[in-house]
Each structure stands twice: as structure tokens, then as C-alpha cells.
């Protein structure tokens, strides 16, 4: 399923260390691949209809919407902040 990303994803993508970079592009490739995929660890944020949270690791979590057939890739930091602003 394509994978789109808000402005405020990619200037946080920018930041992350090369490190953590590597882990979200893998990430995402499983999100790709399939949703549910265990290693993502996704499911809906509570409280806010629609949106969804997966792992990126530990610590790290990235948040994003369904439309139709679209991932839109909406935030990714730190899982407090993450879900700060989901």
C-alpha cells in the first residue's frame, strides 16, 4: 500500500539520527508490506478516531492515517511526544 508523508513527518525523518533513520525506513517497509505485521506493533491511538500508532522501536513510535489504499505518514519522535501530537 503506498506510503504519503505530511510535511511535519519529513522535517522530523530530517532530524533523527542516521541510526533511527534506518529503523523508521524499515518501518515503513513493513508498513508497506502488511499493516499488521507483528514487528510494527500497530494499532489505532486511543481516543482519536482514524489514527493509528506503530513502533519504530523501544522508544521511538510513528503515528499516520488510512485513506482508502494511502498511508499518510503524519509524525514520528519519541513516544511522548509522538502521541503529544499524534
Sequence with gaps: MPVQFTERFAKQYERLPNTLQRKVDKALHLLDADFRHSGLRSHPVEGLEGVFEAYVDAK???????????????????????LRNP
Excluded at 60 to 82: A, I, K, P, S
Design 60 to 82: 521511538y513510535r510513528m503515528t499516520f492515517v488510512r485513506y482508502g489504499n494511502v498511508f499518510l505518514m503524519r509524525n514520528v519522535d519519541n513516544h511522548d511526544e509522538c
